[in-house]
């Protein structure tokens, strides 16, 4: 068996007992998992390892180190990105050749595709929640610097996100990095999104039998208006006269409040003269409380699933005993282990088939709706007990509109 030069980051296998002589195209058995891919240009493979799921996808060697370092790039400034694993060269293949090389990458658990989000022609109540997900993806990418270059809806995965969804980058190999992107190339990549959004829509209108005039051909249009009101909201620059200072940390908390990281602020005297500033603000990834949520607490979740979370743990630090810890950070700590731990641990065994992070934002959100129903507070083990009854209700996408 000819062996591939390999390249993997710490915490993973080695991948050295899958059939490297073969294109996975070929795979089966031992540890190939099925699991749906929607549309690609090249071959994929799924893997499964005590570490976790692993996607395996061959490209020309080029291309496999362009993806690779692409993503390297992109996860230190973007949250929801296909985590990059290592890269494979098969040195007995010419480099030109597909399966030269492959790109690996950590499978996300309990994500899914648009085509499993779709409810008939369209994607039901869920639309609204997949174009500002798909919206603030694109935003971030290109915050970061990012010219996707192929952004379509197979290009993306999707995972439920407390009342939202969110969006995950999962191919990279088209992508362009920069220091900054002009209007023309952001304008440009969203135009080639809404091309590819448009004929994705169009092949599952005919692949279910549909009229192609039935098609939900504006998503990609509406994605684009999602986008622009976001993008202006995050690039205004506000004038702050001397008796309106409030209004920096106002600013500054709209932008927590939309997810964003803030990184410098800069106060400018404005051309007017006198004594006015004009505020120009540098934006972050979208992972505002989800940073927040690690740094308290050392938990990962997705940045609306961290909202909630983080409001359950300002909820009980109110209470005896966590108010009389004598840091904040103790505090924190006693709550993942006194309230937050047992209770996952209690949904995990009662909910298995359900992320567990987002069943506890599930129950989080059941409790909220018996306690303003109530008129009081429920306490955690009877509104337990009645989710239960319950059956373990989720969100209801009925229940949100619009995430911005």
Same mark, same amino acid.
């Given at each position: 068996?000819?062996?591939?030069?390999?390249?993997?980051?710490?915490?993973?296998?080695?991948?050295?007992?899958?059939?490297?002589?073969?294109?996975?195209?070929?795979?089966?058995?031992?540890?190939?998992?099925?699991?749906?891919?929607?549309?690609?240009?090249?071959?994929?493979?799924?893997?499964?390892?005590?570490?976790?799921?692993?996607?395996?996808?061959?490209?020309?060697?080029?291309?496999?180190?362009?993806?690779?370092?692409?993503?390297?790039?992109?996860?230190?400034?973007?949250?929801?990105?296909?985590?990059?694993?290592?890269?494979?060269?098969?040195?007995?293949?010419?480099?030109?050749?597909?399966?030269?090389?492959?790109?690996?990458?950590?499978?996300?658990?309990?994500?899914?595709?648009?085509?499993?989000?779709?409810?008939?022609?369209?994607? @039901?109540?869920?639309?609204?929640?997949?174009? #500002? !997900?798909?919206?603030?993806? /694109?935003? &971030?990418?290109?915050? %970061? +610097?990012?010219?996707?270059?192929?952004?379509?809806?197979?290009?993306?995965?999707?995972?439920?996100?407390? @009342?939202?969804?969110?969006?995950?980058?999962? #191919? !990279?190999?088209?992508?362009? /990095?920069? &220091?900054?992107?002009? %209007? +023309?190339?952001?304008?440009?990549?969203?135009?080639?999104?809404?091309?590819?959004?448009?004929?994705?829509?169009?092949?599952?209108?005919?692949?279910?039998?549909?009229?192609?005039?039935?098609?939900?051909?504006?998503?990609?249009?509406?994605?684009?208006?999602?986008?622009?009101?976001?993008?202006?909201?995050?690039?205004?620059?506000?004038?702050?006269?001397?008796?309106?200072?409030?209004?920096?940390?106002?600013?500054?908390?709209?932008?927590?409040?939309?997810?964003?990281?803030?990184?410098?602020?800069?106060?400018?005297?404005?051309?007017?003269?006198?004594?006015?500033?004009?505020?120009?603000?540098?934006?972050?990834?979208?992972?505002?409380?989800?940073?927040?949520?690690?740094?308290?607490?050392?938990?990962?979740?997705?940045?609306?699933?961290?909202?909630?979370?983080?409001?359950?743990?300002?909820?009980?630090?109110?209470?005896?005993?966590?108010?009389?810890?004598?840091?904040?950070?103790?505090?924190?700590?006693?709550?993942?282990?006194?309230?937050?731990?047992?209770?996952?641990?209690?949904?995990?065994?009662?909910?298995?088939?359900?992320?567990?992070?987002?069943?506890?934002?599930?129950?989080?959100?059941?409790?909220?709706?018996?306690?303003?129903?109530?008129?009081?507070?429920?306490?955690?083990?009877?509104?337990?007990?009645?989710?239960?009854?319950?059956?373990?209700?989720?969100?209801?996408?009925?229940?949100?509109?619009?995430?911005?």
């Amino acid at each position: 068996m000819s062996i591939p030069t390999l390249s993997i980051l710490p915490g993973n296998p080695n991948f050295l007992d899958l059939p490297w002589d073969q294109s996975v195209a070929h795979w089966e058995g031992g540890r190939v998992v099925e699991l749906p891919t929607g549309v690609h240009r090249h071959e994929i493979a799924f893997v499964s390892y005590d570490e976790g799921l692993y996607a395996i996808k061959e490209l020309p060697r080029h291309l496999a180190h362009h993806e690779y370092d692409s993503l390297r790039t992109l996860r230190n400034h973007v949250r929801p990105v296909a985590p990059p694993v290592g890269v494979v060269e098969r040195g007995w293949v010419p480099a030109d050749q597909e399966w030269s090389s492959a790109i690996i990458t950590k499978f996300v658990p309990f994500t899914f595709t648009y085509r499993e989000l779709i409810s008939g022609g369209g994607f @039901g109540p869920r639309r609204d929640q997949l174009l #500002d !997900a798909f919206a603030g993806l /694109l935003v &971030e990418l290109h915050l %970061a +610097g990012c010219f996707w270059g192929d952004c379509s809806l197979s290009n993306v995965l999707y995972r439920y996100d407390a @009342g939202a969804v969110e969006a995950l980058m999962i #191919d !990279a190999e088209t992508v362009e /990095l920069r &220091e900054e992107l002009s %209007a +023309g190339q952001r304008y440009d990549d969203l135009q080639i999104m809404e091309t590819n959004v448009a004929g994705g829509m169009a092949d599952i209108a005919v692949s279910q039998g549909e009229d192609i005039d039935e098609a939900d051909l504006s998503l990609g249009s509406d994605i684009i208006q999602r986008y622009e009101a976001l993008w202006k909201e995050l690039m205004v620059d506000p004038v702050v006269g001397a008796d309106e200072r409030y209004l920096i940390r106002a600013r500054i908390h709209r932008l927590n409040d939309l997810g964003f990281e803030v990184g410098e602020v800069s106060l400018l005297p404005d051309k007017s003269g006198g004594d006015r500033v004009q505020m120009k603000v540098h934006v972050g990834g979208r992972n505002y409380h989800s940073a927040r949520l690690r740094r308290l607490t050392r938990l990962d979740a997705a940045e609306n699933q961290a909202r909630q979370i983080l409001s359950d743990l300002h909820y009980h630090r109110a209470r005896e005993p966590f108010k009389s810890a004598p840091t904040r950070d103790l505090s924190a700590m006693m709550w993942r282990v006194q309230v937050f731990e047992p209770l996952l641990d209690r949904i995990q065994v009662d909910v298995p088939q359900r992320e567990p992070i987002q069943a506890y934002t599930d129950f989080l959100h059941h409790r909220f709706v018996m306690s303003s129903g109530q008129g009081r507070d429920v306490p955690s083990a009877e509104a337990y007990i009645h989710w239960a009854e319950e059956r373990f209700p989720g969100y209801s996408p009925d229940d949100y509109g619009s995430i911005q």
